[in-house]
């Protein structure tokens, strides 16, 4: 009968511990990142790049690449960054070249008629 009981406790707290790791936000950021991937159909080499520059560039959250262009544009000046990867990753991410990117970003000037 202890063992019935020791059992049912032990599944219980496995339960418990197991719901809280699931709806935790590292869980949930993390599986952001991986839905993101999924949904722009990235293959393996591009999903570890993406999670390499999320760490090297020192981001809170794996998923922000998909956000913000400036991060793959941070990373083609890294020394020895894959350029063609990246600029890969920029258009199928992002829709621009690198070089509409760059002039969006730009402040525009616009004289007074």
Known sequence: MTEIILVAVLVGGLFVSFEWVRRSRWYQHRQLFRQLCR???????????????????????SAWVFVD?????????????????LLHLEQRLFGDQPEQTQQA?????????
């Open 39 to 61: 949904l722009h159909q990235l293959d393996r080499s591009s999903r570890r790049l993406l999670q390499q520059l999320s760490q090297q560039l020192r981001l809170p959250y």
């Open 105 to 113: 970003n730009e402040p525009k000037n616009t004289a007074a008629n």
């Open 69 to 85: 262009p400036r991060c793959l544009a941070a990373a083609r000046q890294m020394p020895g960054a894959p350029l063609p990867q």
